[in-house]
Protein backbone atom coordinates (compact mmCIF):
# COMPACT_ATOMS: atom_id res chain seq x y z
CA UNK A 1 0.00 0.00 0.00
CA UNK A 2 1.35 3.26 -0.77
CA UNK A 3 2.30 5.53 2.51
CA UNK A 4 0.26 8.49 2.55
CA UNK A 5 2.73 10.90 3.69
CA UNK A 6 4.91 10.32 0.61
CA UNK A 7 3.35 8.32 -2.79
CA UNK A 8 6.06 5.85 -3.43
CA UNK A 9 6.76 4.81 -0.23
CA UNK A 10 6.38 1.80 1.57
CA UNK A 11 3.88 2.64 4.42
CA UNK A 12 5.46 2.17 7.27
CA UNK A 13 6.26 4.29 10.70
CA UNK A 14 9.17 5.85 9.53
CA UNK A 15 7.55 7.33 6.31
CA UNK A 16 4.50 8.06 8.82
CA UNK A 17 7.16 10.04 10.65
CA UNK A 18 9.23 11.44 8.13
CA UNK A 19 10.84 14.76 8.20
CA UNK A 20 11.97 16.22 4.54
CA UNK A 21 10.39 14.44 2.02
CA UNK A 22 10.70 16.16 -1.13
CA UNK A 23 9.55 14.96 -4.99
CA UNK A 24 12.24 15.39 -7.24
CA UNK A 25 12.21 14.94 -10.74
CA UNK A 26 12.68 12.05 -13.05
CA UNK A 27 15.42 11.84 -15.67
CA UNK A 28 14.26 13.36 -19.41
CA UNK A 29 16.96 14.80 -21.07
CA UNK A 30 20.47 13.91 -21.96
CA UNK A 31 23.30 15.45 -19.43
CA UNK A 32 26.99 14.96 -18.46
CA UNK A 33 28.58 14.51 -14.95
CA UNK A 34 31.70 14.07 -13.76
CA UNK A 35 30.16 10.94 -11.44
CA UNK A 36 26.91 9.05 -11.65
CA UNK A 37 26.07 7.49 -8.57
CA UNK A 38 22.81 4.79 -9.39
CA UNK A 39 20.75 4.53 -5.88
CA UNK A 40 19.99 6.37 -3.94
CA UNK A 41 20.47 4.67 0.03
CA UNK A 42 22.98 4.77 2.16
CA UNK A 43 25.65 3.74 -0.15
CA UNK A 44 24.72 5.85 -3.46
CA UNK A 45 23.72 9.24 -1.18
CA UNK A 46 26.86 8.99 0.88
CA UNK A 47 29.11 8.66 -2.24
CA UNK A 48 27.30 11.70 -3.76
CA UNK A 49 27.73 13.72 -0.93
CA UNK A 50 31.49 12.79 -0.20
CA UNK A 51 32.57 13.59 -3.76
CA UNK A 52 30.54 16.89 -4.34
CA UNK A 53 32.54 18.46 -0.96
CA UNK A 54 35.40 17.29 -2.83
CA UNK A 55 34.16 19.90 -5.72
CA UNK A 56 33.07 16.62 -7.72
CA UNK A 57 29.79 17.33 -10.20
CA UNK A 58 27.45 14.60 -9.50
CA UNK A 59 24.53 13.19 -10.69
CA UNK A 60 22.00 10.65 -8.52
CA UNK A 61 19.97 8.18 -10.46
CA UNK A 62 16.98 6.58 -8.15
CA UNK A 63 14.83 4.02 -9.51
CA UNK A 64 12.34 5.29 -6.88
CA UNK A 65 12.34 7.36 -3.71
CA UNK A 66 15.39 8.52 -1.78
CA UNK A 67 15.00 5.93 0.88
CA UNK A 68 13.15 4.07 -0.67
CA UNK A 69 15.40 0.85 -0.55
CA UNK A 70 16.42 -0.78 3.03
CA UNK A 71 18.40 2.60 3.80
CA UNK A 72 14.55 3.68 4.45
CA UNK A 73 12.83 1.15 6.37
CA UNK A 74 15.79 -1.08 8.28
CA UNK A 75 15.82 -1.63 11.85
CA UNK A 76 17.84 1.75 13.08
CA UNK A 77 20.50 -0.03 14.55
CA UNK A 78 24.06 1.66 13.97
CA UNK A 79 26.77 -1.20 15.73
CA UNK A 80 30.00 -0.94 16.66
CA UNK A 81 32.62 -3.31 14.43
CA UNK A 82 32.28 -4.92 11.64
CA UNK A 83 29.07 -7.73 10.99
CA UNK A 84 31.75 -10.54 12.17
CA UNK A 85 33.14 -9.51 15.70
CA UNK A 86 36.27 -8.98 16.34
CA UNK A 87 36.79 -12.69 17.86
CA UNK A 88 35.68 -13.91 14.10
CA UNK A 89 37.58 -11.55 12.52
CA UNK A 90 41.16 -12.55 14.16
CA UNK A 91 40.64 -15.71 13.64
CA UNK A 92 39.76 -15.24 9.27
CA UNK A 93 42.43 -12.26 9.09
CA UNK A 94 44.87 -11.85 12.20
CA UNK A 95 44.82 -9.13 14.67
CA UNK A 96 46.76 -6.52 12.46
CA UNK A 97 43.91 -6.76 9.99
CA UNK A 98 41.10 -7.36 12.37
CA UNK A 99 42.14 -3.80 14.37
CA UNK A 100 42.52 -2.50 10.98
CA UNK A 101 38.75 -2.94 10.11
CA UNK A 102 37.71 -2.26 13.76
CA UNK A 103 38.93 1.37 13.18
CA UNK A 104 37.61 1.19 10.07
CA UNK A 105 34.37 0.68 11.63
CA UNK A 106 35.28 3.53 14.52
CA UNK A 107 35.68 6.06 11.49
CA UNK A 108 32.43 4.79 10.02
CA UNK A 109 30.11 5.38 13.13
CA UNK A 110 32.40 9.10 13.97
CA UNK A 111 31.30 9.69 10.48
CA UNK A 112 27.57 9.31 11.35
CA UNK A 113 27.94 11.69 14.23
CA UNK A 114 29.30 14.27 12.17
CA UNK A 115 27.06 14.08 9.28
CA UNK A 116 24.04 14.20 11.48
CA UNK A 117 25.71 17.63 13.46
CA UNK A 118 27.22 18.97 10.82
CA UNK A 119 24.23 19.10 8.94
CA UNK A 120 21.32 19.25 11.49
CA UNK A 121 19.61 16.51 10.63
CA UNK A 122 16.58 15.27 12.08
CA UNK A 123 17.19 11.49 12.96
CA UNK A 124 16.34 11.26 16.49
CA UNK A 125 20.39 10.02 16.77
CA UNK A 126 20.25 7.86 20.21
CA UNK A 127 23.10 6.02 22.18
CA UNK A 128 23.36 2.25 23.23
CA UNK A 129 22.57 -0.83 22.36
CA UNK A 130 22.22 -4.41 24.13
CA UNK A 131 23.42 -7.59 22.48
CA UNK A 132 21.04 -10.40 24.22
CA UNK A 133 22.64 -13.94 24.34
CA UNK A 134 19.53 -16.48 23.29
CA UNK A 135 21.49 -19.70 23.47
CA UNK A 136 24.05 -21.78 26.17
CA UNK A 137 26.27 -22.66 23.62
CA UNK A 138 27.10 -18.77 23.52
CA UNK A 139 27.68 -18.60 27.16
CA UNK A 140 30.62 -16.71 27.92
CA UNK A 141 31.16 -15.34 24.38
CA UNK A 142 30.22 -11.86 25.67
CA UNK A 143 33.02 -11.74 28.89
CA UNK A 144 35.31 -12.65 25.77
CA UNK A 145 34.71 -10.06 23.89
CA UNK A 146 34.99 -7.13 26.20
CA UNK A 147 38.22 -8.80 27.13
CA UNK A 148 39.36 -8.07 23.76
CA UNK A 149 38.11 -5.28 23.01
CA UNK A 150 39.56 -3.83 26.16
CA UNK A 151 42.77 -5.36 26.10
CA UNK A 152 43.28 -5.31 22.63
CA UNK A 153 41.25 -2.83 20.13
CA UNK A 154 41.36 0.13 23.26
CA UNK A 155 37.45 0.07 23.62
CA UNK A 156 37.00 -0.12 27.42
CA UNK A 157 33.54 0.75 27.12
CA UNK A 158 31.28 -3.11 26.47
CA UNK A 159 30.48 -4.29 29.80
CA UNK A 160 29.42 -8.05 29.73
CA UNK A 161 25.93 -8.76 31.65
CA UNK A 162 24.52 -11.62 33.63
CA UNK A 163 20.72 -12.61 32.89
CA UNK A 164 19.82 -10.66 35.93
CA UNK A 165 21.95 -7.55 34.92
CA UNK A 166 20.38 -7.93 31.12
CA UNK A 167 16.61 -7.82 32.55
CA UNK A 168 17.73 -4.48 34.14
CA UNK A 169 17.88 -3.19 30.38
CA UNK A 170 15.28 -5.55 28.84
CA UNK A 171 12.25 -7.60 30.69
CA UNK A 172 12.73 -10.40 28.95
CA UNK A 173 13.59 -14.15 30.17
CA UNK A 174 14.41 -14.50 25.96
CA UNK A 175 18.46 -13.73 27.22
CA UNK A 176 20.58 -15.48 29.33
CA UNK A 177 23.32 -13.12 29.17
CA UNK A 178 23.94 -9.59 27.74
CA UNK A 179 26.55 -7.17 26.35
CA UNK A 180 25.91 -3.48 26.70
CA UNK A 181 27.64 -1.07 24.21
CA UNK A 182 26.71 2.47 25.26
CA UNK A 183 28.63 3.84 22.22
CA UNK A 184 26.48 1.97 19.57
CA UNK A 185 24.04 4.03 18.60
CA UNK A 186 20.09 4.28 17.08
CA UNK A 187 18.64 6.45 14.36
CA UNK A 188 15.60 7.30 12.55
CA UNK A 189 17.06 5.54 9.02
CA UNK A 190 14.78 7.50 6.68
CA UNK A 191 15.21 10.83 7.99
CA UNK A 192 18.82 10.07 7.70
CA UNK A 193 18.67 9.24 4.18
CA UNK A 194 16.63 12.64 3.62
CA UNK A 195 19.05 14.37 5.43
CA UNK A 196 22.15 13.06 3.87
CA UNK A 197 20.26 13.72 0.43
CA UNK A 198 19.63 17.34 1.64
CA UNK A 199 23.01 17.86 2.35
CA UNK A 200 24.15 16.33 -0.87
CA UNK A 201 22.07 18.83 -3.08
CA UNK A 202 22.92 21.52 -1.40
CA UNK A 203 26.62 20.64 -1.83
CA UNK A 204 25.52 20.38 -5.31
CA UNK A 205 24.62 16.99 -6.37
CA UNK A 206 21.73 16.28 -8.44
CA UNK A 207 19.25 13.74 -7.36
CA UNK A 208 16.44 11.97 -10.11
CA UNK A 209 13.92 10.04 -8.53
CA UNK A 210 11.56 7.62 -10.39
CA UNK A 211 14.61 7.60 -12.92
CA UNK A 212 15.36 3.75 -13.51
CA UNK A 213 18.76 2.94 -14.84
CA UNK A 214 18.26 0.43 -17.78
CA UNK A 215 21.71 0.15 -18.76
CA UNK A 216 25.12 1.98 -18.87
CA UNK A 217 28.00 1.33 -21.22
CA UNK A 218 31.49 -0.27 -20.89
CA UNK A 219 33.69 2.42 -21.93
CA UNK A 220 35.19 5.87 -20.80
CA UNK A 221 33.01 8.50 -20.86
CA UNK A 222 29.96 6.05 -19.43
CA UNK A 223 26.80 6.39 -21.12
CA UNK A 224 24.01 5.76 -18.60
CA UNK A 225 20.64 5.55 -19.90
CA UNK A 226 17.45 5.63 -17.63
CA UNK A 227 13.89 4.89 -20.54
CA UNK A 228 13.58 9.10 -20.93
CA UNK A 229 17.11 9.85 -20.52
CA UNK A 230 21.03 9.40 -20.37
CA UNK A 231 24.05 10.71 -17.87
CA UNK A 232 27.44 10.58 -19.77
CA UNK A 233 29.91 10.62 -16.79
CA UNK A 234 33.55 9.57 -16.32
CA UNK A 235 32.83 7.40 -13.45
CA UNK A 236 29.65 5.39 -12.45
CA UNK A 237 29.16 4.10 -9.02
CA UNK A 238 26.61 1.08 -8.40
CA UNK A 239 24.91 1.37 -4.83
CA UNK A 240 21.89 -0.59 -5.61
CA UNK A 241 22.58 -3.43 -3.31
CA UNK A 242 19.74 -5.86 -2.62
CA UNK A 243 17.84 -4.07 -5.60
CA UNK A 244 20.19 -4.41 -7.64
CA UNK A 245 18.12 -7.27 -10.07
CA UNK A 246 19.93 -8.12 -13.06
CA UNK A 247 21.54 -4.55 -14.10
CA UNK A 248 24.90 -5.66 -12.97
CA UNK A 249 25.26 -9.47 -13.51
CA UNK A 250 29.18 -9.41 -12.51
CA UNK A 251 28.42 -8.06 -9.05
CA UNK A 252 25.00 -9.83 -8.88
CA UNK A 253 26.05 -13.46 -8.26
CA UNK A 254 28.00 -11.83 -5.19
CA UNK A 255 25.19 -11.45 -2.81
CA UNK A 256 22.01 -12.93 -2.11
CA UNK A 257 19.10 -10.63 -1.60
CA UNK A 258 17.06 -11.57 1.55
CA UNK A 259 13.90 -9.72 2.51
CA UNK A 260 13.36 -9.01 6.15
CA UNK A 261 10.60 -7.63 8.23
CA UNK A 262 9.55 -4.65 10.77
CA UNK A 263 6.61 -4.27 12.89
CA UNK A 264 5.39 -1.03 15.11
CA UNK A 265 2.85 -1.18 17.49
CA UNK A 266 0.55 1.06 18.57
CA UNK A 267 2.22 3.94 21.06
CA UNK A 268 2.53 1.88 24.37
CA UNK A 269 2.74 5.20 26.51
CA UNK A 270 6.35 6.15 28.01
CA UNK A 271 5.73 4.19 31.44
CA UNK A 272 4.53 0.64 29.77
CA UNK A 273 7.06 1.09 27.37
CA UNK A 274 10.06 1.28 29.32
CA UNK A 275 9.04 -0.84 32.09
CA UNK A 276 9.66 -3.13 28.83
CA UNK A 277 13.04 -1.70 27.77
CA UNK A 278 14.52 0.90 29.75
CA UNK A 279 15.69 3.79 27.73
CA UNK A 280 16.10 4.10 23.78
CA UNK A 281 19.26 2.48 22.81
CA UNK A 282 18.67 -0.74 20.31
CA UNK A 283 18.57 -4.14 20.93
CA UNK A 284 19.56 -7.57 19.07
CA UNK A 285 19.53 -10.98 19.90
CA UNK A 286 22.66 -13.52 18.98
CA UNK A 287 20.32 -15.54 16.68
CA UNK A 288 21.50 -15.64 12.90
CA UNK A 289 18.40 -14.69 11.51
CA UNK A 290 18.52 -11.84 13.99
CA UNK A 291 15.74 -10.37 16.44
CA UNK A 292 16.11 -6.71 16.53
CA UNK A 293 13.91 -4.00 18.81
CA UNK A 294 13.98 -0.74 20.36
CA UNK A 295 11.15 2.20 21.43
CA UNK A 296 10.33 5.04 18.80
CA UNK A 297 10.38 8.28 19.98
CA UNK A 298 6.63 8.04 20.56
CA UNK A 299 7.15 4.69 22.65
CA UNK A 300 6.17 2.20 20.16
CA UNK A 301 7.93 -1.09 20.30
CA UNK A 302 9.72 -0.84 16.74
CA UNK A 303 10.59 -5.00 16.30
CA UNK A 304 12.38 -6.37 13.09
CA UNK A 305 12.65 -9.88 12.84
CA UNK A 306 12.20 -13.11 10.03
CA UNK A 307 13.03 -13.27 6.81
CA UNK A 308 12.34 -14.78 3.32
CA UNK A 309 14.52 -15.63 0.14
CA UNK A 310 12.56 -14.92 -2.33
CA UNK A 311 11.00 -12.18 -4.47
CA UNK A 312 7.59 -10.85 -2.81
CA UNK A 313 6.65 -10.20 0.94
CA UNK A 314 4.21 -12.65 3.14
CA UNK A 315 0.46 -11.05 2.60
CA UNK A 316 0.38 -10.66 6.45
CA UNK A 317 3.87 -9.17 7.55
CA UNK A 318 2.27 -8.14 10.83
CA UNK A 319 1.03 -12.06 11.34
CA UNK A 320 4.46 -12.80 10.52
CA UNK A 321 6.62 -10.89 12.55
CA UNK A 322 4.45 -10.97 16.08
CA UNK A 323 5.48 -14.14 16.64
CA UNK A 324 9.01 -13.53 17.00
CA UNK A 325 8.38 -10.28 18.89
CA UNK A 326 5.77 -12.69 20.98
CA UNK A 327 8.50 -15.10 22.02
CA UNK A 328 10.96 -12.16 23.30
CA UNK A 329 8.29 -10.32 24.89
CA UNK A 330 5.42 -12.09 25.53
CA UNK A 331 3.77 -9.18 27.70
CA UNK A 332 2.74 -7.28 24.53
CA UNK A 333 -0.36 -10.34 23.18
CA UNK A 334 -3.15 -8.34 22.47
CA UNK A 335 -1.09 -5.18 21.19
CA UNK A 336 -2.19 -3.74 18.36
CA UNK A 337 0.37 -3.54 15.12
CA UNK A 338 -0.04 -0.15 13.66
CA UNK A 339 2.58 -0.49 10.82
CA UNK A 340 4.32 -3.36 9.15
CA UNK A 341 6.59 -3.27 6.00
CA UNK A 342 9.65 -5.12 4.64
CA UNK A 343 12.81 -4.47 3.07
CA UNK A 344 15.39 -6.14 0.74
CA UNK A 345 19.14 -6.47 2.01
CA UNK A 346 22.05 -8.15 0.57
CA UNK A 347 24.16 -10.78 2.11
CA UNK A 348 27.59 -12.12 1.22
CA UNK A 349 28.79 -15.72 1.70
CA UNK A 350 31.41 -14.06 4.07
CA UNK A 351 29.48 -11.62 5.80
CA UNK A 352 31.99 -9.04 5.44
CA UNK A 353 31.05 -5.83 2.26
CA UNK A 354 31.57 -6.55 -1.08
CA UNK A 355 33.61 -3.45 -2.34
CA UNK A 356 35.65 -3.03 -5.74
CA UNK A 357 35.87 -1.77 -9.19
CA UNK A 358 34.68 -3.87 -11.91
CA UNK A 359 36.33 -0.97 -14.61
CA UNK A 360 38.49 1.65 -14.18
CA UNK A 361 35.83 3.65 -14.30
CA UNK A 362 33.04 1.46 -12.77
CA UNK A 363 32.82 1.76 -8.92
CA UNK A 364 30.20 -0.84 -6.47
CA UNK A 365 29.83 -1.23 -3.04
CA UNK A 366 26.99 -3.61 -1.73
CA UNK A 367 26.38 -6.31 0.44
CA UNK A 368 26.90 -5.30 3.66
CA UNK A 369 24.79 -8.49 5.24
CA UNK A 370 22.64 -6.83 7.93
CA UNK A 371 25.47 -4.43 9.18
CA UNK A 372 25.02 -1.21 6.47
CA UNK A 373 23.87 1.52 8.42
CA UNK A 374 27.61 2.39 9.86
CA UNK A 375 29.20 0.08 6.83
CA UNK A 376 27.19 1.59 3.53
CA UNK A 377 27.80 5.16 4.63
CA UNK A 378 31.16 4.61 5.09
CA UNK A 379 31.55 2.46 1.75
CA UNK A 380 30.25 5.15 -0.43
CA UNK A 381 32.26 7.72 1.33
CA UNK A 382 35.58 5.78 0.62
CA UNK A 383 34.43 5.16 -2.89
CA UNK A 384 33.86 8.78 -3.17
CA UNK A 385 37.06 9.52 -1.60
CA UNK A 386 38.75 6.49 -3.75
CA UNK A 387 37.22 8.19 -7.03
CA UNK A 388 38.71 11.78 -6.33
CA UNK A 389 41.82 9.91 -5.41
CA UNK A 390 42.16 11.58 -2.01
CA UNK A 391 41.95 8.01 0.38
CA UNK A 392 42.90 4.97 -0.24
CA UNK A 393 40.73 3.35 2.59
CA UNK A 394 39.14 1.43 -0.22
CA UNK A 395 42.09 -0.84 -1.32
CA UNK A 396 41.28 -2.41 2.12
CA UNK A 397 37.99 -3.27 1.38
CA UNK A 398 38.46 -4.01 -2.09
CA UNK A 399 41.24 -6.51 -1.36
CA UNK A 400 38.50 -8.94 1.28
CA UNK A 401 37.83 -12.10 -0.10
CA UNK A 402 34.73 -12.29 -2.52
CA UNK A 403 33.22 -15.68 -2.95
CA UNK A 404 30.41 -16.14 -5.37
CA UNK A 405 27.20 -17.77 -4.34
CA UNK A 406 27.09 -21.44 -5.60
CA UNK A 407 24.54 -21.56 -8.25
CA UNK A 408 25.44 -18.10 -9.38
CA UNK A 409 21.75 -15.88 -9.62
CA UNK A 410 19.79 -18.54 -11.10
CA UNK A 411 20.71 -21.29 -8.53
CA UNK A 412 21.58 -19.09 -5.31
CA UNK A 413 18.11 -19.23 -3.93
CA UNK A 414 17.47 -23.23 -3.64
CA UNK A 415 21.37 -23.55 -1.81
CA UNK A 416 20.35 -20.33 0.59
CA UNK A 417 16.86 -21.75 1.27
CA UNK A 418 18.48 -25.14 2.56
CA UNK A 419 21.51 -22.93 4.60
CA UNK A 420 18.91 -20.94 5.88
CA UNK A 421 17.04 -23.89 7.35
CA UNK A 422 20.22 -25.45 8.64
CA UNK A 423 21.30 -21.90 10.48
CA UNK A 424 17.75 -21.71 11.57
CA UNK A 425 17.95 -24.98 13.24
CA UNK A 426 21.25 -24.07 14.67
CA UNK A 427 19.53 -20.95 16.35
CA UNK A 428 16.98 -23.43 18.28
CA UNK A 429 19.48 -25.85 19.24
C1 LIG B 1 14.16 -4.67 7.39
C2 LIG B 1 15.64 -4.36 7.42
C3 LIG B 1 16.24 -4.09 8.64
C4 LIG B 1 17.59 -3.76 8.69
N1 LIG B 1 18.12 -3.37 9.89
C5 LIG B 1 19.39 -2.89 9.94
C6 LIG B 1 19.89 -2.34 11.14
O1 LIG B 1 19.18 -2.23 12.15
N2 LIG B 1 21.18 -1.92 11.15
C7 LIG B 1 21.97 -1.98 10.04
O2 LIG B 1 23.14 -1.59 10.12
N3 LIG B 1 21.50 -2.46 8.86
C8 LIG B 1 20.23 -2.90 8.78
N4 LIG B 1 19.72 -3.34 7.59
C9 LIG B 1 20.58 -3.31 6.39
C10 LIG B 1 20.72 -1.88 5.82
O3 LIG B 1 19.46 -1.27 5.76
C11 LIG B 1 21.32 -1.94 4.41
O4 LIG B 1 22.51 -2.66 4.43
C12 LIG B 1 21.63 -0.54 3.84
O5 LIG B 1 20.53 0.31 3.99
C13 LIG B 1 22.03 -0.66 2.39
O6 LIG B 1 22.10 0.62 1.81
P1 LIG B 1 22.27 0.75 0.24
O7 LIG B 1 22.26 2.18 -0.09
O8 LIG B 1 23.45 -0.03 -0.19
O9 LIG B 1 21.00 0.00 -0.37
P2 LIG B 1 19.47 0.46 -0.42
O10 LIG B 1 19.12 1.35 0.70
O11 LIG B 1 18.66 -0.76 -0.61
O12 LIG B 1 19.40 1.38 -1.71
C14 LIG B 1 19.52 0.88 -3.01
C15 LIG B 1 18.73 1.83 -3.92
O13 LIG B 1 19.07 1.53 -5.28
C16 LIG B 1 17.92 1.78 -6.04
N5 LIG B 1 18.07 1.07 -7.33
C17 LIG B 1 18.15 -0.25 -7.54
N6 LIG B 1 18.30 -0.52 -8.85
C18 LIG B 1 18.32 0.70 -9.49
C19 LIG B 1 18.43 1.08 -10.85
N7 LIG B 1 18.54 0.18 -11.84
N8 LIG B 1 18.42 2.43 -11.14
C20 LIG B 1 18.32 3.35 -10.15
N9 LIG B 1 18.20 3.01 -8.85
C21 LIG B 1 18.20 1.70 -8.51
C22 LIG B 1 16.79 1.24 -5.19
O14 LIG B 1 15.52 1.76 -5.57
C23 LIG B 1 17.24 1.65 -3.78
O15 LIG B 1 16.65 2.88 -3.39
C24 LIG B 1 18.39 -3.74 7.49
C25 LIG B 1 17.77 -4.02 6.27
C26 LIG B 1 16.41 -4.32 6.23
C27 LIG B 1 15.76 -4.60 4.90
Not at 249 to 271: D, Y
Request: hydrophobic share 40%.
Amino acid sequence: MAAPNGPGYPDSYYVATAQGIVDRPALDEELTADVCVIGGGFTGLSAALTLAELGVDVIVLEAERVGFGASGRCGGLVGTGQRKDVLEMEEAFGLERSRQFWDFAEQAKQEIRDRVARHAIPCDLQKGQLIGVHKRGYLGWAEALVDALTGRYDYPFCRALSAEETREYVATEDFLEGLYDPEAMVLHPLNYALGIARAAEEAGVRIFENSRVRSYTESDPAVVRTDKGSVTASHVVLGCNGYLGNLEPRTAGKIMPINNFMIATEPLGEERALELVKGRFGIHDTRFVVNYFRLSEDFRLLFGGGENYRPGFPRDIAGFVRPYMLKVLPQLRGVKIDYAWGGTLSVTVSRLPHVGRLEPNVWYAQGYSGHGIPTANFAGKIVGEAISGVDNRFDAFASLPSTTFPGGTTLRYPGMVLAMLYYGLKDRL
